[in-house]
Protein backbone atom coordinates (compact mmCIF):
# COMPACT_ATOMS: atom_id res chain seq x y z
CA UNK A 1 0.00 0.00 0.00
CA UNK A 2 1.19 3.63 -0.84
CA UNK A 3 1.67 6.53 1.38
CA UNK A 4 0.31 8.84 -1.15
CA UNK A 5 -3.14 10.07 -1.43
CA UNK A 6 -4.95 8.50 -3.84
CA UNK A 7 -5.20 11.43 -6.56
CA UNK A 8 -9.05 11.79 -7.65
CA UNK A 9 -10.17 11.59 -4.00
CA UNK A 10 -7.46 14.69 -3.95
CA UNK A 11 -9.32 16.09 -7.17
CA UNK A 12 -12.61 15.28 -5.38
CA UNK A 13 -11.58 16.56 -2.16
CA UNK A 14 -10.36 20.06 -3.80
CA UNK A 15 -13.78 20.47 -6.13
CA UNK A 16 -15.70 20.00 -2.56
CA UNK A 17 -14.04 22.78 -1.38
CA UNK A 18 -14.26 25.07 -3.52
CA UNK A 19 -18.13 24.34 -3.14
CA UNK A 20 -18.82 21.86 -5.98
CA UNK A 21 -21.01 19.20 -5.16
CA UNK A 22 -19.38 15.92 -5.73
CA UNK A 23 -21.28 12.60 -5.54
CA UNK A 24 -19.59 9.12 -6.25
CA UNK A 25 -22.15 6.81 -8.27
CA UNK A 26 -21.67 3.07 -7.91
CA UNK A 27 -19.54 0.59 -6.00
CA UNK A 28 -15.94 1.27 -7.21
CA UNK A 29 -15.98 4.79 -6.97
CA UNK A 30 -15.12 5.15 -10.72
CA UNK A 31 -17.22 7.59 -11.72
CA UNK A 32 -18.36 10.90 -10.32
CA UNK A 33 -21.88 13.04 -10.38
CA UNK A 34 -21.46 17.14 -10.27
CA UNK A 35 -25.43 18.47 -11.47
CA UNK A 36 -26.95 16.30 -14.10
CA UNK A 37 -23.52 15.19 -15.69
CA UNK A 38 -21.37 11.86 -14.93
CA UNK A 39 -17.36 12.22 -14.77
CA UNK A 40 -14.96 9.17 -15.27
CA UNK A 41 -12.22 9.33 -13.05
CA UNK A 42 -9.69 11.20 -15.86
CA UNK A 43 -12.63 14.01 -16.39
CA UNK A 44 -12.77 14.75 -13.01
CA UNK A 45 -9.14 15.53 -12.60
CA UNK A 46 -8.66 17.35 -15.22
CA UNK A 47 -11.48 19.53 -14.26
CA UNK A 48 -10.12 19.75 -11.10
CA UNK A 49 -7.04 20.48 -13.05
CA UNK A 50 -8.26 23.16 -15.02
CA UNK A 51 -9.72 25.13 -12.44
CA UNK A 52 -6.39 25.09 -10.73
CA UNK A 53 -7.25 23.33 -7.98
CA UNK A 54 -4.53 20.16 -8.35
CA UNK A 55 -0.97 20.19 -9.75
CA UNK A 56 -1.13 18.60 -13.00
CA UNK A 57 2.23 16.63 -12.73
CA UNK A 58 0.36 13.36 -13.77
CA UNK A 59 -0.83 12.45 -17.30
CA UNK A 60 -4.44 11.00 -16.73
Known amino acids: MSDEADPIMEAVDALR ?3 VAVWPIGDELEHWQIGDLVYADADLWRLASSRGLVEDSDSR
Do not use: D, E, S
Request: glycine letters at 34%; hydrophobic letters at 65%; zero cysteines.
Open 17 to 19: AAG
